[in-house]
């Protein structure tokens, strides 16, 4: 029970309060003196374009604090980048103001988190409540981490935007954006490995000195990945055109003579079936009668008879059309032209309802 910590575990245990110390310790600094830059380095950040100002609930908050304290250097020739050479402008003049405050430890942490590249690290291999195995995906470079609380949630294959720091023998992870990035999102990682690489003209082995000249780069694609991983999913339909219902009202001469013409939409169904549930006037002519505009089989459901398309309502002397998209409302559109002329459908409106609308009508009903 009271087995002595190894060496390892020692420095281990040391780093991790030294750490927590040492963010506490430059946080107090960075409030009075810099608290007034907070938003202009939000906008750094985001390279100028934040989809709106920093809140405490933004998840990007994880990676954006330690880049204010540790990278964040408007003093550099582009405005966002942050100079990883020297390290960012609040922990420069915190090191200088309270050096000789800090343990030897604390400096050697504040100087690797001010000068270690954030870059983009696949996992290979975990050990629940020891650490993790890594590779770097820029410089294809592999390294052990000792990180007991990030074990829990990491996933071999995941990949982490993050910083690693070596102090004292032992790597841990100093910060880490908050998103897991799938490995399907990997060839991101290395597409932006090869701009990196003949950047220079020289397609050699990335350095870790390069990942510090391109920090900017880097930090772009994370956020582009992010924005993805973000981003609502896109409904489509089986032709995998954006949905959002499109329903096109015309009028019409006949009713009749508008279902005799557009009966053969409904693909292998024989009109005495499309008017089952037909309605007739007193004097025994149609005037009403629904049915849907059918293709045969499906392209993406081989196993389908059939595909529905759309819906046409004919009432009266109105034809109103429906599709789940503006491309088939499009095609709809120009068959119904097509087959009962202009003069024979006039076009009167389309009404569009966006697929976020429809989102909106279905949760409501389902409540």
């Known amino acids: 029970m009271n087995k002595p910590l190894s060496p390892e575990e020692t420095i281990k245990k040391e780093l991790n309060a030294v750490s927590e110390q040492m963010r506490t310790k430059i946080l107090e600094f960075a409030g009075p003196n810099f608290g007034d830059q907070f938003e202009q380095a939000w906008e750094d950040f985001h390279f100028g374009d934040p989809d709106g ?53 604390e400096r050697q942490l504040l100087r690797s988190s001010m000068t270690q590249p954030v870059t983009f690290y696949e996992i290979l291999s975990v050990r629940l409540n020891e650490g993790f195995s890594a590779r770097n995906i820029l410089t294809n470079t592999n390294l052990e981490v000792r990180e007991r609380a990030a074990t829990a949630d990491l996933v071999k294959g995941d990949i982490v935007y993050a910083q690693m720091c070596p102090v004292g023998g032992i790597t841990t992870m100093n910060f ?150 503006e491309e088939r409302a499009r095609r709809l559109r120009k068959e119904i032209e097509k087959r009962l002329g202009r003069t024979g459908a006039i076009h009167r409106s389309t009404d569009i309802k966006p697929a976020k609308e429809m989102l909106e009508m279905a949760r409501q009903k389902g409540q």
């Not at 604090?65 to 980048?81: H, M, R, T, V």
């Open 53 to 105: 100002p920093s809140s405490p609930s933004n998840l990007n908050n994880a990676i954006f604090i330690p880049f204010f304290l540790f990278l964040w250097d408007p003093e550099a020739s582009n405005p966002g980048k942050s100079d990883n050479h020297r390290g960012g402008l609040i922990a420069r003049r915190f090191l200088l103001d309270r050096s000789s405050l800090l343990t030897e430890m």
């Open 176 to 325: 880490h954006a908050p998103l897991r990035i799938p490995p399907r999102m990997k060839s991101a990682v290395i597409e932006l490995r090869q701009i990196l690489q003949e950047a220079d003209g020289d397609p050699r082995p990335l350095s870790e000195q390069d990942l510090q000249r391109f920090e900017e780069d880097i930090r772009e694609r994370y956020l582009e990945i992010y924005d993805q991983i973000m981003a609502p999913p896109v409904l489509v339909n089986t032709d995998g055109d954006p949905l959002g219902i499109h329903t096109m009202t015309f009028d019409i001469a006949s009713p009749q003579a508008a279902f005799d013409a557009l009966a053969p939409l409904a693909a292998d169904v024989p009109k005495e079936a499309l008017l089952h549930n037909a309605e007739y006037d007193s004097a025994g002519a149609l005037s009403k009668v629904e049915f849907d505009w059918l293709k045969r089989g499906n392209r993406k459901f081989k196993s389908w008879e059939n595909t529905v398309l759309g819906k046409l309502r004919i009432s009266g002397n109105t034809l109103v059309a429906e599709a789940n998209s």
